[in-house]
């Protein structure tokens, strides 16, 4: 499974990507107003910022929700970068955008995945990726889990290339069932992807190692 972090932090970026395990990037709109990068050209320099650390798809979401504006700005930042990933929402206009960029070879990532209808069409439209949101399905007594279980079935019953990005992840949890259903991806913030490597015992036994050494080697 591809991990990704979900995140236009470039400091945790950067962590992420020194841990050696890091495949991509996820950003939208709210988590780039959240790092005060505001504007257009800022916006766009900030892609080639996270680009220029991550060598893997990095997905840019586009604002319009018109054809031809989702056309335009698509086209503009699948030019940033050869690893940038158009992420486009799923709505009437998104799937017709995701045809025109499959045509023309530029990868998109249907986002706001909340069925497997909605899957289905991105998939028959030809998006690279689709993003099922688990986190928020969860957070309305939903689960998330059991739509992308769905989803991995629907796909592979007609070995679609659509790969599954499991989105809004929110704990170690979550990766480890994505892992088990055989999502290709999962995008979630450093703290997830850091709370993989822990255990009370792995410390225990390290600080009882140590210790050990210590003691024979005074
Ligand atoms: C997907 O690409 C989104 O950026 C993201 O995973 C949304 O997650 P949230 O529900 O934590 O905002």
């Given at each position: ?129 689709i993003s099922p949101f688990l986190g928020r399905l969860d957070d309305v007594s939903t689960d998330g889990l059991a739509l ?66 210590a003691k024979g080697n005074k």
């Open positions: 499974m591809k991990f990704f972090i979900d995140t236009a932090n470039l400091a945790e970026i950067r962590e992420a990507n020194e841990l050696g395990i890091l495949d991509g990037v996820t950003t939208n709109p709210s988590l780039m107003a959240k790092e005060g990068i505001t504007g257009a050209n800022n916006i766009l320099k900030h892609y080639v910022d996270i680009c220029n650390i991550v060598d893997g798809p990095v997905s840019a979401e586009v604002i319009a929700t018109d054809l031809e504006g989702m056309i335009r700005e698509g086209e503009e930042l699948a030019e940033l970068h050869k690893n940038i990933v158009v992420k486009i929402p799923m709505i009437p206009e998104g799937i017709k955008a995701i045809k025109y960029f499959d045509k023309k070879g530029i990868k998109t990532n249907c986002t706001l995945i909340f069925s497997a209808g909605q899957a289905l069409l991105a998939a028959k439209a030809g998006a690279t990726y992308i279980e769905q989803i991995r079935l629907i796909y592979d019953n007609y070995a679609f290339d659509t790969q599954i990005l499991a989105a809004s992840v929110r704990h170690p949890m979550h990766i480890i069932h994505c892992a088990e259903i055989g999502s290709d991806v999962m995008t979630g913030p450093l703290s997830a992807i850091k709370a993989l490597a822990k255990h009370p015992l792995t410390d225990l036994g390290l600080q009882q190692f140590l210790a050990d050494h």
